[in-house]
């Protein structure tokens, strides 16, 4: 085990849900307005996961009101409080990147 590892060790999650490109997911995110915190649901397809370790991360791809809106979050981010996968999806890529031209020729 490197440094680095045992120092990114006490930064990372330990319940972090197991899917794959392709699955449908909602991300939970902690949103603080004011004082206040509260939590909005992201929900769509995963187009990417990206990285290991503190530094791992996936983009998320979803359809709202005609526009087609991508996120990539930090999977060991505080804000991320948890991700929960919808659908599973069969895929035969490591990334979607043709779905963000679909999607936007869909509507």
Known sequence: MSKIDVVEKKYLKENVPVF???????????VREGD?????????TVIRKKGHGTSASFT?????????VEKVFPLHSP????????TKGKVRRAK?????????KKS
């Open 20 to 30: 794959k490109v392709g699955d449908e997911v909602k991300v939970h995110l902690k």
């Open 36 to 44: 206040k915190t509260r939590i909005q649901i992201f929900a769509g």
């Open 60 to 68: 998320v791809l979803k359809e709202t009101r005609g526009d087609v």
């Open 79 to 86: 804000q991320v409080d948890q991700v929960t996968v919808t």
């Open 96 to 104: 979607l990147y043709y779905l963000r031209d679909q999607l936007s």
